[in-house]
């Protein structure tokens, strides 16, 4: 099991930028994949970005393309999410995630999850 702690979530205006973290630690070397999600109350969870540990291949959702950015520090064991351009409808809750797979998309695939950061941005 990994375990994934994320942090920089917040309040911002339209237009603004916030960068979420997400520390893992444990058995970090089952984790192929590192994912973000997001999920506003009564909506079903969306994927936004993933990252594989090596080699460093990212995908993001179309939303987010050419507005987020997603990173990470193999020596820190962590993952960025760097969020610009941000819009209202970017407000949810977010999730870091691990997966064993390589590069997926389905939030089913990932069997470990951090407590989520809510991000809201005002219009």
């Known amino acids: 099991q990994v375990q994934l702690v994320e942090s920089g979530g917040g309040l911002v205006q339209a237009g603004g930028s916030l960068r979420l973290s997400c520390a893992a630690s444990?058995?970090?070397?089952?984790?192929?994949?590192m994912g973000w999600f997001r999920q506003d109350p009564g909506k079903e969870r969306e994927f936004v970005a993933a990252?594989?540990?090596?080699?460093?291949?990212?995908d993001y959702a179309d939303s987010v393309k050419g507005r987020f950015t997603i990173s990470r520090d193999n020596a820190k064991n962590t993952v960025y999410l760097q969020m610009n351009s941000l819009k209202p409808e970017d407000t949810a809750v977010y999730y870091c995630?691990?997966?064993?797979?390589?590069?997926?998309?389905?939030?089913?695939?990932?069997?470990?999850w951090g407590q989520g950061t809510q991000v809201t941005v005002s219009s």
């Open positions: 995630a691990a997966s064993p797979d390589l590069g997926t998309r389905s939030w089913d695939r990932y069997d470990s």
């Open positions: 444990g058995r970090t070397f089952n984790a192929y994949t």
């Open positions: 990252i594989r540990w090596r080699g460093g291949t990212t």
